[in-house]
């Protein structure tokens, strides 16, 4: 099969594409036809060796942890899917080296749901991390309807889902952004914020009595200017800044779930959650994508699709 492979840690200029052989099939796995891989910062940050501390990787290392596809077939003691289901999937194994930048991929059944029928593939592949990122944040401050949410990075490609998310809950949600991305917000039923100096004044203009809870998707102040808004730090969230524990506030790495998988493709196909793809590529150009993810300045979702 064809597979975008770093033979060492690296950069963008060093992903190759290369032929590798077809993925072994563990019990209780299954393998996928990938249709589309979608493209997150965490790809090119364990890539350049940034997470060596928390995740052991092999190479060669085929990268990407978000996958959408159809089953080809199933391992041993798998009775959730069957060959031909179409399935999408946050596939983080316990090491890094047989990830989605790939035309076939094995996966856990745990890591897997059935796709939304209202998303197209490259939907589907751009959903799981960022999707499951927010939705556990979420979940972990208790988000509900009626509460005032304070969403920081509400563009961007977790914060997008996050904003959307807590939307359907029935919370008011404030969300920063810059100006270009203010009426794409107000779309999604977003009260837009611009970020940098002075934002909490500007929270504070819309929320005078504080928020009731704040996600943080960017890092930077964020986690300062959520304290001075809410009542209790135990209503804040990051997934960027792991000291925010020791302000009581909750830190989030985000886990494989199916359930919340199921739980945010029913909301897609209700019409509740759409996934804002920025721009699509070819699996060859996975670097091109690489580089314009670490720019940051996307909004949205990267997708690699592959051919079919």
Known sequence: MKAITLKSYGTADDLELTDHPEPRVAPGEVLIRVKAAGVNPVDW?????????????????????????????????????????????????????????????????????????????????????????AYQALERVGVRAGWTVLVHAAAGGVGVLGAQIAVARGARVIGTASEYNHDFLRGLGVEPVSYGEGLADRVA??????????LDF??????????????????????????????????????????????????????????????????????????????????GKLVLTIDR
């Open 205 to 214: 203009a819309l929320a005078p009595d504080g928020v009731d809870a704040a």
């Open 218 to 299: 960017v890092g930077g102040d964020a986690v300062d200017v959520s304290l001075d808004l809410l009542g209790s730090p135990d209503r804040l969230a990051s997934v960027v800044d792991p000291e925010v524990t020791a302000r009581g506030g909750h830190y989030v790495w985000v886990r494989p779930d199916p359930g919340h998988l199921a739980e945010l493709g029913r909301m897609a196909d209700e019409g509740r959650l759409t996934v804002p793809v920025a721009r699509t590529f070819p699996l060859a150009d996975a670097a091109e994508a690489w580089r314009l993810s670490r720019a940051g300045r996307t909004r």
């Open 45 to 133: 940050k364990l890539g350049e060796g940034r997470l060596d501390a928390l995740i052991e990787s092999r190479f060669p290392q085929i990268p990407g942890w978000d996958v959408a596809g159809v089953v080809e077939r199933v391992g041993y003691d798998v009775s959730e899917f069957a060959a031909g289901d179409e399935v999408f999937g946050y596939i983080r194994k316990d090491t890094a080296q047989l990830g989605a930048y790939a035309e076939q991929v094995s996966a856990h059944v745990r890591m897997l749901a059935r796709k939304p029928a209202s998303l197209s593939w490259e939907e589907a592949a751009g959903m799981p991390l960022a999707g499951l990122t």
